[in-house]
């Protein structure tokens, strides 16, 4: 099946800095979103995309749609500690179009 | 506007026992989705439904697992019985039906078989 790589595992950073996070796959998808999970929490939508090449914008962060499709970013600029948790990418393929595939996940640790 | 609804949000109970987990989707949602969630497999979809009828249940790992929709503002998942492997943290998400909507989830319930 359709499976997604998101890099890095895990990130220490200090506040301030810039973040950059990734997904690839094998196959394409027409759509990537990505989501950040607290502790205790469900995953929350941070950026939707649904066209290869869209770059989006939400506040500090800044994802884009990857040209061949089967890739994506995820930018946070000047991290802030409330930043801190657990980053997914989750891609929707062709086949199965409701279904989403989700990455490993990135987990973020801010040091202040 | 509330989200996405799940209870309990936390379930301790001995092996073999039965386990129903609860779920509301936000109103006007259509596509409502199980996941589950563990430190060695990540974010898996279990089954979902759209409309009130289960699509795809190919996640489901077993036969001891069953979800239900029986109307549109409410959906169960039960185990029955129950395993200690079954401990995880199980979603529930929904979305309005077309492909491209994206899902919603809500806080989770952290289950723990004995």
């Known amino acids: 099946g359709q499976q997604l790589n998101q890099s890095p595992q895990s990130m220490f950073i200090q506040e301030g800095e810039d973040v950059s996070m990734n997904c690839t796959s094998s196959?394409?998808?027409?759509?990537w979103l990505w989501y950040k999970q607290d502790p205790g929490e469900g995953p929350v939508l941070l950026i939707a995309l649904y066209k290869a090449g869209e770059l989006t914008s939400n506040g500090r962060l800044t994802a884009q749609f990857g040209i061949t499709r089967k890739d994506s970013f995820l930018n946070i600029s000047a991290s802030i500690p409330s930043d801190v948790g657990i980053y997914f990418c989750a891609g929707r393929g062709i086949q199965g179009a409701q279904k989403l595939v989700f990455g490993q996940g990135t987990r973020l640790t801010i040091n202040p | 506007d509330a989200g996405v609804i799940q209870s309990p949000r936390h379930e301790v109970t001995e092996m073999g026992q039965e386990v129903t987990l609860r779920c509301k989707p936000i109103s006007g949602h259509n596509s409502l989705f199980w996941y589950r969630q563990t430190m060695m497999r990540g974010l898996e979809l279990l089954i979902y439904?759209?409309?009130?009828?289960?699509?795809?249940d190919s996640g489901m790992p077993e036969d001891r697992f069953s979800a239900k929709m029986p109307n549109a503002s409410f959906s169960t998942l039960k185990i029955q019985p129950s395993e200690p492997r079954d401990s995880a943290v199980y979603f529930c998400?929904?979305?309005?039906?077309?492909?491209?909507?994206?899902?919603?989830f809500g806080d989770g319930t952290r289950l723990s078989i004995l």
């Open positions: 196959s394409i998808f027409n759509t």
């Open positions: 439904f759209n409309n009130n009828v289960p699509i795809d």
């Open positions: 998400a929904s979305s309005q039906e077309y492909s491209n909507q994206p899902q919603h």
